[in-house]
């Protein structure tokens, strides 16, 4: 037997026993994609398992993550710091080998994968970056994206977007092997799934090729070689069978529960291994493959030798270690300026913060004249403007959020989005992913209530405060005026997790706003006279205004303190003797005025306060009325408050 066919039974075993082991996981679609992951690993992967994060090396993204143990399988013969215990323990709490591949987790696992398609999504932002890259700092960092993707991945919508923009930019350096094997959780893809992958592909500016036998390593070695020198990005569909080697082979019942330990000893059987262990690599094996690794290595270090000969080595280093300066804070307030929208002052503190990252990559999704989000005098990125930091992401709201993933993930490059608070739906399972890997990104969400105004309720967001608020490690922002923006982005863009600011269509007036305070997250704006305020009075954004003068035209009737929450996440980071501070535990009298779902707030007013929100959808009229017509007035604020405070 070849060493290229042990290695792929070996891989295929690997997952058969870990997913045995564990009681728990997916080794058909493993069995069915070993010859391509490892002719991928073996043949043309550029890797350097000694470090892993060598930036010269090539991008291999898993999106199938049901697949976990083809990556851990591979990355275990290729050298990286992956033992076999670790295999042993798949699926098991504080392992190495999680059930989908998590990053951060494991050495070589560039994205976490698992939600189908956001994989695929992400390669085009690695590749994307990797464009850039070239440009910027030469052939040195001429390397290649390679995916892994399944049905599952090509069904889902956003591969369609992800797709059409990386066929338009000409990303000729992503390579897609699809493990074409018709087989879905729910039997055949003849159920649900009957487009021409090759016309879709071919439509959308892609190189499509097809391997019949996808088990031939050597075919999809050579296919993969073609696809190299094209001048698109290329999809190889490569024809498995789910389960390759088991007697259910080309059944679903291999894609998602363990084989037992009957059938791997019969696939042991068939394919005349001998010994009958489980997590067998044999010696002859690993020294055959440490031979590739050898190699890799040698080219990481040539690599790095020819990197450190560069002239302008310490330019590059430079442009991917960009960060803010310390007192960048100062250098945004001289842009503050007085009563603007948000968005205004928005646009306003990107040019800023681009005079300090020239790493800045980013756009919107066809609304930039709204969002304000273009950097001016740069040009957009294209296959003829590689080195441009702009980008027209068209209308791809979830793509968008996936390839800002993937840019962030690449390193080196501060990626930020733009695009309406009420579209962030369109955007909920990147940002979910972007928060699990605590990477640092910026969205800019504009529009951000009823002050959208005419376009009527479906673009007035309500519920999507709460949305990202409740997201893990996701910190939102909702300046209330120029001070208050220039914070926001000051420590959105020096974050190391993902972030978004949230910001008005409409005019805000300026406000008397301390930035040290505003620096806190919540804080207090207006403080009372006595010793204890008879009233607290929280509000974000363009509410906090309405706030503040409620609460002077309210100064000789009830003594209240108004407290901005600027960014709760950032609040619930502070010691509890601060939080106590501005929100002493024995003042429930409690108001919070908010034009969005009133979720966000109960946790802060109790169980004695009030809000006034937004518990329904809005309507289609100018955002003025709106706010009259919703309550979001001083008058009615202030009635709002006096019968509160008299029924209390
Ligand atoms: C967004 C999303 N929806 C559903 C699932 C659950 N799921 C995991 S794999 C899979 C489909 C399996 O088919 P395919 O992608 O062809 O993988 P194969 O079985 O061929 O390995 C589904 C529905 C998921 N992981 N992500
Ligand atoms: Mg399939």
Redesign the pocket.
Known sequence: MTMTKEAIQTLSLLAVDAVNQANSG?P??PM?AAAMGYALFADHLRFSPSDPKWPGRDRFILS????SMLQYGLLHLFGYDLTLDDLRNFRQLHSKTPGHPEYGHTDGVETTT????QGFANSVGFAMAQKRAEAVAGELFRHKTYVIC????LM?GISYEAASIAGHLKLSNLIVLY?S?S???DGG?DLSFSESIKERFEAQHWRWMRIEDGHDPQKISEAIEEAKSSDRPTLIEVRTT?GKGSAKEGT?AT??APLGAEEAQAIKDRWELDPKETFVVRDELREYLQGIIDKKEMEAAEWKKAFHELPNKKEIEEFFGAELPENILEKLLERAGTDKATRAHGGEMLQGIKEYLPNLFGGSADLAGSNLSTLKGEDFFSAETPAAPNVHYGIREHAMAAITNGISLYGGFKPFAATFLSFADYMK?SLRLASLMKIPLVHIFTHDSLGVGEDGPTHQPIEQLVMLRSIPGFTLYRPADGKETAVAYAQAFSGKGPAAVVLTRQTLPELPIDVEKANLGGYIVRKEKGDQPELILMASGSELHLALFAAKELEEEIDVRVVSMLSMDVFETQSAEYKEEVLPQAVRARFAIEAASPLSWHRYIGLDGQCHCMDQFGASAPGGELFEHFGFTTDNIIEEIRSYMEKK
């Open positions: 997916h058909g679609m069915g199938a993550g049901h697949g698992g939600p189908l398609g399944s049905d599952g991945d889902e493990d094997n087989i879905t959780i893809t789910i679903s894609h998602g399972p």
